[in-house]
């Protein structure tokens, strides 16, 4: 079993940055690809941006292409989100999710909690 918890999420202007961090936790973290996503309110859960397990390979929404960008932290069982330039239309709540390589969310298996940004304008 893969536990995933997120945190730094807050409340930041137009134009701000701010990093989230995904913990996980279990046997096989390690072989997982681990993915950002986020869903705003009335909206459908949409893809951020992936890494795979060795954080070799990274992947973006076309949207978040040079504003965002997915690391894996010291130790390899941190995943960061750091995002840059933020606008209202970036608020949402932010999901960390383990599972398979991509954008498609059937293909990750284990989610977090969620964490919520709000970016005021």
């Known amino acids: 079993q893969v536990r995933v918890v997120e945190s730094g999420g807050g409340l930041v202007q137009a134009g701000d940055s701010l990093r989230l961090s995904c913990a996980a936790s279990g046997p096989t973290f390690t072989t997982y690809s681990m993915g950002w996503f986020r869903q705003a309110p009335g909206k459908e859960r949409e893809f951020v941006a992936c890494i795979n397990w060795n954080g070799v390979s990274t992947y973006y929404a076309d949207s978040m292409k040079g504003r965002f960008t997915i690391s894996r932290g010291n130790g390899k069982n941190t995943v960061l989100l750091t995002m840059n330039s933020l606008q209202a239309d970036d608020t949402a709540v932010y999901y960390c999710?383990?599972?398979?390589?991509?954008?498609?969310?059937?293909?990750?298996?284990?989610w977090g909690q969620g964490t919520q940004v709000t970016v005021s304008s």
């Open positions: 999710a383990a599972g398979d390589y991509g954008p498609r969310t059937e293909g990750y298996t284990y």
